[in-house]
């Protein structure tokens, strides 16, 4: 039996507006394809993490951030996957220059409360309230 270990970033990226970037997933994507979603990937071997969110983000929606901190650490399993991840809070100034690349179909930008109330995945809400409650926003 063979299992896969990743480790993964995320980034929540607040615009200067102070809302959020959240993604929609297209269906080429390996894990739960078809949701939410915002910047981030797999860790290549030998990448420092903040090389490897400032990549992914490049990669996946052309915008420049500025990493702030880390504000949770994850994980989960599906199948023979094992995923670890860590979700940075960033900011962008030129949110004009954002673009989709192919794994993602749709994008938007929500406050705290949107995300929070709406018809949000637990984990999205999660890392809004990790920053919430580390009064980070």
Do not use: C, Y
């Amino acid at each position: 039996m063979s299992h896969t270990f990743w480790i993964a970033v995320k980034a929540l990226i607040q615009n200067p507006d102070g809302k959020f970037l959240i993604l929609f997933k297209s269906e080429i994507e390996e894990v739960w394809a078809v949701d939410f979603d915002i910047p981030g990937g797999r860790v290549e071997r030998g990448e420092k993490l903040e090389d490897a969110i400032m990549r992914e983000v490049k990669e996946e929606v052309w915008l420049s951030i500025s990493l702030k901190r880390v504000i949770r650490v994850w994980g989960f399993t599906k199948g023979e996957l094992h995923l670890v991840g860590i979700t940075f809070l960033a900011t962008t100034e030129k949110i004009e220059a954002l673009q989709l690349g192919d794994e993602h179909t749709d994008f938007f930008w929500k406050s705290k409360e949107d995300i929070l109330q709406g018809e949000f995945p637990e984990w999205l809400k999660e890392e809004i309230l990790a920053i919430i409650d580390e009064k980070i926003i």
